[in-house]
Structures are given as structure tokens and as C-alpha cells.
């Protein structure tokens, strides 16, 4: 062998020890992931999942390391995926041409099915145009195909994940729904988060909520549009929805507003909203029982943009996705089934700090007694509410919006 072979020789030994260095720990982790699902049998039995679902369900399951929102040993936490909802500002969340779009193609939907619906609102007290709207924001009428395979993302999330409790018993659940010949294998497409279905049901959710519409004896989300409206609409009542109350007024704020009161502890009856200078910004006039129910004050960009007087069914929506704007935009393109009319105050171009940014704030702000929510980077209710206070101590312009003026005094204070 001449020296040029030896070399090469030894170049590529090189290289194939490097890599059986790098693929041992994968492949120790994943005979522990192995291990992991295996040890869930008996957890699955009494759920009522057979061995041989058990068997063929897991046979060859391998996790998926390139998920968010993991804890992997030796690697930096990953973290949650940056939702639109939490690091866009309103005006680029909430585009008019989205809004119109999923509208339209609500209005024709319904048409399409008016019997459905129409039965559905009627049994459950939630608007058609609410679960028409929801079906639309979370999967554009089931024209965006889910990525992923949803079994390995809730075996991965169980594992690994930073919620693993909660990922177990959905696991052992969607294991349960693939036994029950509620949907196929490859039909049940997930989110990252493992939601699945038209209207993003987790698995415990599907069998807390879901309905059999259609009457073929399954519930299926995944393929009948009134099964999957029928449980998001019977999802909303069992949170507690209240039939016949709007799920917000937009209204126009007075001069004098103190944004800090934009909370939903601070509640009060629309009426006195009204006495205190809020008007409906189309000048309608609300009657004795709309003015009789309690609200709470948003204020979306602080002081900036459209102010909104938020009833219970507000927070119900909320419940299914922790976001304001999420909510906005489902209760708009509802509202837009019906009637042309955009929102009447424009929203502002606010500039949205970055997730660190707004979670050093919110570290600020819970240092100076001010903030109690969690320290998450989200500039939600509490956290506009809490910078409004902080603005009163300091000497600030008051508006309830997390901008770099506001940050800096916060780090300077520390």
C-alpha cells in the first residue's frame, strides 16, 4: 500500500469512528425511548387500548428530536415555536385580506352546510358563523394539511417534552382513537403540539367534546365537516359558552381611559362602561339585557388601535387557543360573515419587541411587585396592564404598550 492509500485509509477510519461516536447516543436514546413506550402498556390496557392495537401501533415508533418545545440531555432547551399570535402586532395578525378571504369562503360554507349548522346552533347556542370561523383559523377549511405524523409527536412530546404528564395521557388516548377505528394511521396528521383534526381537537379533547353529527357511528374531525363543527361547538359549550351573548363590542375608548384597567378581573356591566364615556363605534344601540351583562376592557396596542368591551363567550373562545388576537380573529371573521363592515378604529404600526425582550420586562415587573402572571414573553392583558403601572410610578407616557422607552427604564431600575 503506498502512502497516498495509507492516508486515505486512515482518513476514512477517521470519519466512520467520528460517526458511530456521534450515532451511539442516538441510538442509546432512542432503545430508552423504546423502553419509555413499551413501560405505557399498562397504562393503555386500562384505558381500554388492545395489545394488538398497542403492538402494531408502536412497532417501530421512533421519536422526532427536531420538535419544539423539547428537554433533550446534553442540548439546549428548544423551546416553544414563536406563535403568530404572540409575536405579531394586530395589524399584521389580523390582515384585512385574511379576514375577507376566510369570510367569504365562510359565507359559501355555510350555504353549503346550512342544515348542519343551522341544527347545531340550534342544539348548542353557538353561532354558526363561530365554528365556521374557528374551522377556518386553524386549518384554512381543512385545505392546509397537517405536518405531522400525530402519534410520534405525542410519544416524542411524552418522552421528552416539557409537558409530560399531560403528552402521556394523550398518547395513550390517540393510541385509544386509532383502536376505536376513529381514523386510520395515516390520516391522523398533527400539529407539533399533536392537535389534530379540521378543528385542532388533542385526543382529550376529542373524546371530551366530540360529536357524532352525522350518525354513522364514529366521530370523525378528521373528514365530516359537521362532526368537526358539531364537537368545536359542543367544546365551546362545555367551557362555557352562553347562549345568545356576543363575544365582544368594539367600542370607542373616552380621552381620559387609564389602560391599566384593561384586565378581565376589572368587570363591569356594559351599561356602566357606556355612563363612563365607551360608545359602540357604529353608534348601535344596545339593549337592556346586552347593557345588563358584565365586561371587561381590551385594549389590544394599549392605547393605540380599537378598544373592546369582552363578554364571558370572549374568554370561552380563549379557552380554545390562549391568545387575544386568536380570539379577535375568529369573532371577526364570524362578525364579517354577516356584515362587511372591518373594524372601525384602524390598528396602529406598532413595532412588536422581541420574546426576551418582553420577558425581561415582565421579570422587571414582577421584581417591582407589579406583575404575578407568568414569565412567558407574551404581552397579554396582565403584562399591557402591569407596564401601564409601571408607566404611573415612573413618570411615563401611560399607554400600556411594551416599547424599547419602556424597556430601558425597566433595565435601568434594576
Not at 376513529?182 to 400539529?191: C, E, I, N, P, Y
Not at 380621552?255 to 356602566?272: A, L, R
Request: hydrophobic letters at 40%; charged letters at 20%; proline letters at 6%.
Amino acid at each position: 500500500m503506498n502512502r497516498l492509500s495509507k492516508v486515505r485509509t486512515l482518513c476514512v477510519a477517521a470519519v466512520l469512528l467520528a460517526v458511530s461516536a456521534q450515532q451511539a447516543p442516538t441510538r442509546a436514546a432512542d432503545a430508552a425511548f423504546t423502553q419509555f413506550i413499551a413501560s405505557l402498556w399498562p397504562e393503555a390496557q386500562a384505558a381500554g387500548v388492545s395489545r394488538a392495537t398497542f403492538d402494531e401501533q408502536t412497532r417501530g415508533l421512533d421519536p422526532d428530536y427536531k420538535l419544539p418545545d423539547l428537554i433533550l440531555p446534553g442540548r439546549p432547551a428548544t423551546g416553544a415555536p414563536a406563535q403568530a399570535e404572540f409575536v405579531q402586532v394586530p395589524a399584521d395578525y389580523l390582515k384585512e385580506a385574511s379576514i375577507a378571504r376566510l369570510a367569504a369562503e365562510g359565507q359559501r360554507l355555510w350555504q353549503k352546510y346550512r342544515p348542519a349548522l343551522s341544527e347545531i346552533e340550534a342544539n348548542s347556542g353557538v353561532p354558526a358563523t363561530v365554528v365556521l370561523a374557528i374551522w377556518g383559523r386553524e386549518t384554512d377549511y381543512g385545505r392546509y394539511a397537517l405536518p405531522h405524523d400525530a402519534l410520534r409527536v405525542l410519544a416524542t412530546q411524552a418522552y421528552v417534552g416539557r409537558r409530560k404528564d399531560q403528552y402521556r395521557n394523550e398518547f395513550i388516548l390517540a393510541l385509544k382513537i386509532l383502536g376505536d377505528g376513529a381514523v386510520s394511521r395515516k390520516d391522523l396528521r398533527s400539529s407539533w403540539a399533536g392537535a389534530t383534526g379540521l378543528t385542532q381537537f388533542l385526543p382529550s379533547e376529542y373524546y371530551k367534546h366530540g360529536v357524532d353529527f352525522d350518525g354513522d357511528g364514529r366521530v370523525d374531525i378528521w373528514h365530516s365537516a359537521p362532526d368537526a363543527l358539531a364537537s368545536a361547538a359542543q367544546q365551546l359549550v362545555n367551557k362555557g359558552w352562553q347562549r345568545g351573548l356576543r363575544w365582544a363590542y368594539e367600542v370607542r375608548a373616552p380621552g381620559n381611559i387609564d389602560c391599566t384597567t384593561g384586565v378581565p378581573e376589572v368587570t363591569k356591566p356594559i351599561g356602566q362602561w357606556l355612563r363612563e364615556g365607551f360608545a359602540p363605534v357604529r353608534g348601535q344601540r344596545l339593549s337592556a339585557a346586552e347593557q345588563a351583562q358584565p365586561a371587561s376592557l381590551l385594549q389590544p396596542e394599549g392605547i393605540y388601535g380599537p378598544s373592546f368591551l369582552t363578554t364571558r363567550n370572549y374568554f370561552v373562545i380563549k379557552e380554545y387557543n390562549f391568545s387575544d388576537l386568536y380570539v379577535l380573529f375568529v369573532g371577526h371573521v364570524s362578525d364579517r360573515m354577516t356584515s362587511p363592515a372591518p373594524f372601525a378604529t384602524p390598528w396602529s404600526a406598532s413595532r412588536q419587541l422581541r420574546t426576551a425582550d418582553v420577558e425581561t420586562m415582565q421579570l422587571g415587573l414582577a421584581r417591582a411587585g407589579l406583575y404575578k402572571d407568568k414569565i412567558d414573553g407574551k404581552a397579554g392583558m396582565q403584562t399591557r396592564a402591569a407596564l401601564g403601572a409601571y408607566q404611573k410610578a415612573a413618570g411615563l407616557k401611560v399607554d400600556c404598550w411594551p416599547s424599547e422607552q419602556v424597556l430601558r427604564s425597566i433595565q435601568a431600575a434594576r
